[in-house]
C-alpha cells in the first residue's frame, strides 16, 4: 500500500485552517526569536488579491501550508511555509515547496523570493537544497540582522 495522496488546496488566508496553522508557525518562530511577531502575513493582508494561500493535505489530514504573493509582474515571494511538527522529516516540505512553486509558475511567475530567519536551519537548508540562492536583503527586510533572503529562477525565459 502507497503513502496517502497529497493534496494542495488553495484556500482564502482568513479561512479557519490558515488562521489555525499561522499561529501554530508563530508559536514556534517565537521558540526560536522571542519578541513580537516576525515578518508574517500583515492586519489585513489577507485580502490581498496578490497573496495565495494554500494548504496541504495528505490523506486529507492536514499537514502544512504556504503562500505565494505576486510583488511584480513575473516576481512573487514565497510566505509561511510550514509543516505541522508530527510530519516533519518525510519530505513533506519538499513536496509543499514544489508545489507552491508550480501554483507560481502556472501564474506566470518566473522568479520566487522568500525571507526567512538566520537560526531556521532547517528551513534554510531545504530552500539551497531546492535551487534558492542567497540574494541581498529586499523589501521590508532590509536592515533586518536575522534575515536571510533568496530567490530562485522558475523559469528559463530572459
Keep these: 500500500m502507497g503513502s496517502p495522496p ?9 479561512a479557519a485552517e490558515p488562521t489555525t496553522l499561522i499561529a501554530e508557525l508563530e508559536a514556534e518562530i517565537s521558540e526560536r526569536y522571542p519578541g513580537p511577531p516576525m515578518h508574517g502575513l500583515h492586519p489585513g493582508e489577507h485580502a490581498d488579491r496578490r497573496l495565495r494561500f494554500f494548504l496541504l493535505e495528505e490523506g486529507g489530514v ?5 503562500a505565494v ?29 514544489a508545489g507552491l512553486e ?21 528551513a534554510i ?10 540574494i541581498p536583503q529586499y523589501g521590508e527586510y532590509i536592515g533586518d540582522p536575522i534575515s536571510v533572503c533568496m530567490e530562485k529562477r522558475l523559469s528559463n525565459k530572459d
Design 102 to 122: 508550480d501554483k507560481a509558475r502556472t501564474a506566470g511567475i518566473q522568479v520566487m523570493r522568500l525571507e526567512t530567519g538566520g537560526l531556521l536551519t532547517e
Design 62 to 66: 492536514l499537514v502544512g501550508c504556504g
Design 69 to 97: 504573493r505576486e510583488l511584480e509582474p513575473g516576481i512573487a515571494e514565497l510566505k509561511r511555509m510550514f509543516i505541522r511538527r508530527p510530519y516533519r522529516g518525510r519530505d513533506l516540505g519538499r513536496a509543499l515547496l
Design 125 to 134: 537548508a531545504l530552500y539551497h537544497s531546492a535551487g534558492y540562492r542567497d
Design 6 to 14: 497529497l493534496v494542495l488546496r488553495e484556500v482564502p488566508a482568513n
